[in-house]
């Protein structure tokens, strides 16, 4: 299993590389900042699905797994245990 860090970099890869987002620290509020509108989040959640593996399930989405890159990891970590929202 990867541990939360080694996700937390692979996610903020995915925003600088493929979102041109440059996300100041793992906890900074996205949403908040702006930085992360919807379409963003869509073309996000596509690079997720595709470079992770991981199917993100649009019917119980909840936008606070994806203020942070910390709170991306969870999701992404507990997806990959079968446990997402």
Partial sequence: MERKTD????VTR??????????PGPDTDLVAQGMLDSLALVD????IEEDMG??????????E??????SISDYL???????AS
């Fill in 14 to 23: 995915m925003f600088q590389d493929h979102l041109n987002i440059k996300v």
């Fill in 7 to 10: 996700i937390a970099a692979q």
């Fill in 54 to 63: 991981v199917v993100v399930d649009m019917e119980t989405l909840e936008i």
């Fill in 77 to 83: 970590i507990a997806a990959r245990n079968g446990s």
């Fill in 44 to 47: 996000l959640i596509l690079r």
């Fill in 65 to 70: 797994d994806f203020r942070t890159v910390h």
